[in-house]
């Protein structure tokens, strides 16, 4: 069956580093744009970065861009989210989602949750 799965949250020191893992399974990956998103308590999901279906165009949200990297080992079906310089206010909940590779035409689509129909269950990051 379809399926994301996240890894590689954790506890982690402000200023520290994390990647987060997202194993797909049980359609296309290659054929998907590939996205992060986030939920703080108490506050909206927020999507972080995006990757098209090769890996050729990502997005970032402004609050990341510069810390994190977005990327994708089609082979492994496996999207990565690199977090470094990691602030209090990075942490919460941490979702993959893929959408048909159109998601990934415009940023304000690309980050956005509207055209993303699978989830993965989320991991935790907590910044301290």
């Known amino acids: 069956h379809v399926q994301l799965v996240e890894s590689g949250g954790g506890s982690v020191q402000a200023g520290g580093s994390l990647r987060l893992t997202c194993v797909a399974s049980?359609?296309?990956?290659?054929?998907?744009?590939m996205g992060w998103f986030r939920q703080a308590p108490g506050k909206e999901r927020e999507g972080l970065a995006a990757?098209?279906?090769?890996?050729?165009?990502?997005f970032y949200a402004d609050s990341v861009l510069g810390r994190f990297t977005i990327s994708r080992d089609n082979a492994k079906n496996t999207l990565y989210l690199q977090m470094n310089g990691l602030e209090a206010e990075d942490s919460g909940m941490y979702y993959c989602?893929?959408?048909?590779?159109?998601?990934?035409?415009?940023?304000?689509?690309?980050?956005?949750?509207?055209?993303?129909?699978?989830w993965g269950q989320g991991t935790q990051v907590t910044v301290s």
């Open positions: 990757i098209s279906s090769g890996g050729g165009r990502t």
């Open positions: 989602a893929a959408g048909p590779a159109a998601t990934c035409m415009y940023k304000t689509q690309a980050l956005g949750e509207i055209d993303y129909g699978i």
């Open positions: 049980g359609y296309t990956y290659s054929s998907s744009c």
